[in-house]
């Protein structure tokens, strides 16, 4: 279901890259861009043999935010419209592993983007910012909220009152990635590592997500005892899992 504004193809049985393609714009958010890509994130929810999603840009963004360009009409309320509330809110929920390749930049929404991915990997060209305040706005699209968590108060204060940006080795040494990659290195990354991870129970690694969402949103008591209520599941996979081990064989999941 490619668009004019994303590509999307499969990458091998259970792998399903989405491609954020409006190269003239910095690939930035345009609503039309944030719908097609909540779309192809609702099909690929829905699409039984996706077991990992990998998004990723050009070598020259990944993803430049928000049009700027769309904020003539509305100001900063428009920003709280309701397909981009929408749009955003099934990204969030997203349950199948997400993985980011970004190169060159990754600003405002297209930093708040690659938070909400669980696994980001990052070119050695990658330039993460919040430049909201250079246009007297905010990161309002979760970057408030997420990134504090991420990288902590002093670190998300300087990034978003000043817009200046950080390279790939701060970034990741901040936490925003796992890894500097060269840029040409970085989408192949994350496409074995989502290959990988298809390999596993998709039941499991949903499981990890939620229980590692958790992690941020909810208070220690409270997500301590969901995890413990968590290990009432069982699964065939877990079978499969103990049984392989057991005969020194590769499991094969099924998702049941
Ligand atoms: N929106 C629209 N168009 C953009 C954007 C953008 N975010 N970024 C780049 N473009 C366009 C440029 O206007 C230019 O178009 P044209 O060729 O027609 O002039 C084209 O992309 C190429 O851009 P540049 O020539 O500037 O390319 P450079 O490689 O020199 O620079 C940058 C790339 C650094 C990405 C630069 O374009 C830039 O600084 N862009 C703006 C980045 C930005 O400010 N992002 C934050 C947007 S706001 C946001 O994400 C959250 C808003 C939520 C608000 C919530 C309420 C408060």
Redesign the pocket.
């Known amino acids: 279901m490619s668009s004019d504004t994303i590509v999307v193809a499969d990458e091998g049985a259970h792998v399903r890259l989405i491609r954020l393609a409006r190269p003239?714009?910095?690939n930035?958010?345009?609503r039309p861009l944030l719908r097609d890509l909540a779309a192809a994130l609702a099909e690929a929810q829905r699409d039984e043999t996706v077991r990992a999603v990998v998004i990723t840009g050009d070598d020259?963004?990944f993803c430049?935010?928000?049009?700027?360009?769309?904020?003539d009409d509305g100001g900063?309320p428009m920003?709280?419209q309701k397909d981009r509330m929408t749009a955003w809110k099934t990204i969030e929920t997203f349950s199948k592993p997400l993985i980011a390749a970004v190169n060159g930049?990754a600003?405002?929404?297209?930093?708040?983007l690659a938070m909400l991915c669980d696994i980001v990997f990052l070119g050695a060209n990658a330039?993460l910012?919040?430049?909201?305040v250079?246009?007297a706005?905010?990161?309002?699209?979760g970057?408030t909220q997420r990134a504090p968590r991420l990288i902590g108060k002093t670190r998300s204060m300087w990034m978003m009152m000043t817009?200046e940006?950080i390279d790939a080795e701060t970034a990741v040494s901040w936490g925003f990635g796992v890894e500097v990659l060269p840029v040409e290195r970085t989408l192949p990354r994350a496409l074995e590592t989502a290959a990988r991870i298809a390999e596993m129970s998709p039941i499991a690694v949903a499981m990890i997500k939620q229980e590692v969402l958790m992690s941020f949103e909810k208070p220690l008591d409270e997500s301590l005892s969901l995890e413990r209520k968590l290990l009432l599941w069982q699964s065939e996979d877990h079978d499969e899992g103990i049984a392989a081990f057991k005969q020194k064989r590769k499991p094969v999941y099924k998702g049941r």
């Not at 600003?107 to 708040?112: F, I, K, N, Q, T």
């Open positions: 003239h714009a910095r930035a958010l345009s020259v963004a430049a935010g928000a049009d700027i360009k769309e904020m900063i920003w709280g930049y600003l405002g929404g297209g930093c708040e330039k910012g919040f430049p909201e250079r246009i706005a905010f990161p309002g699209d970057g817009g940006q």
